[in-house]
């Protein structure tokens, strides 16, 4: 077995653009959750969004910018028409809506109706929009190696996409720190623990859980576009499964807290990483296929999530005090 290819591919796992992408994702989540209360398992539905935004109005010849902006706009109209109906349900009937509408975002996506704009089941090629990021690095084209970790500089998977994708992520983090400490935070942990209690000061309950729920998803979709720079835009491999590794990111490192999701994130990634690798070497054929191993390592993650909603609901970081996925 070779552990040194192993160990520098599981320590790249942490600061791979997937892994900052799902940060950033659980980080909107954390929004949603941890700051509100919300119960939203349709964060992939506002990533997809995100994606398709930024990938076509790339590929209709709009400036890297414009795409951006496209892409926050798609989230932020999602967002509206997803809280205009729901925001007023309960927790439970909250999350079945919200995983139902991602679920629409992902089958209109793959729809053959539109197989022109976003690819139908196929999806968006990466080499059809991944130019005008690229263009936009300052760095010579070439490799560059730090340490056994040697990456393109400007491709996909390149260092260029690894560096905008954690500074996006640094600078959300540095949000989330900031609204934690303002009155509009503590007036979303007011509705949190006891929205009745918030209303009677006067306070709009609706207009905040609309304004959690549109941040938050703006939030994802930049982190949907994070997670398709180094791939294509693929309609299914955003769906449902994501949806739930974000919420075992979020409470594996601990809602309601600034940096769980990204400790969360990074433990998920390496970890998930470590098991297949050390599995694929040393398991033989005869007994679990390569396939098999990959869904294995998926049976981990989900036994993960039950384990940790039943024993260490508040996460790494949480405070059982503060916050806990059972209290709602």
Known sequence: MDWSRILVNVAGEIFAPTTAAYALAAIGLNVHFGLTGLLNFGQAGFMLLGAYGFAIST?????????????????????????????????????????????????????TALTELTGASSGLRGNSYKDSFQDASPFPDGTFALGPFEYAMNASNSWWVRIVGWAVVALACLLVWLLIRSPWGRVLKGIREDEDAVRSLGKNVYSYKMQALVLGGVIGAVAGI???????????????????????????????????????????????????????????????????????????????????????????????????????
């Open 226 to 328: 994070i997670y398709v720079l180094p791939r294509a835009v693929q309609p299914d491999s955003m769906g449902r499964p994501m949806t739930f590794f974000i919420w075992t990111i979020l409470l594996l490192g601990g809602a309601a807290t600034v940096f769980g999701p990204v400790l969360g994130s990074i433990i998920f990634w390496v970890s998930l990483m470590l098991i297949k690798s050390v599995m694929r070497a040393g398991v033989p054929e005869s007994i679990m296929r390569t396939e098999q191993i990959e869904q294995f390592g998926w049976i981990i993650v989900g036994v993960t999530l039950m384990l940790l909603v039943i024993f260490r609901p508040q996460g790494i970081l949480g405070d059982k005090k503060e916050l806990a996925i059972d209290v709602r």
């Open 59 to 111: 590929i209709a010849g709009w400036p890297l910018w414009a795409a951006v902006l496209v892409a926050i706009a798609c989230a932020a109209v999602f967002g509206l028409l997803l809280g205009i109906p729901t925001l007023k349900l309960r927790g439970d009937y909250l999350a079945i809506v919200t995983i139902a509408a991602a679920e629409i975002v992902r089958l209109v996506g793959r729809s």
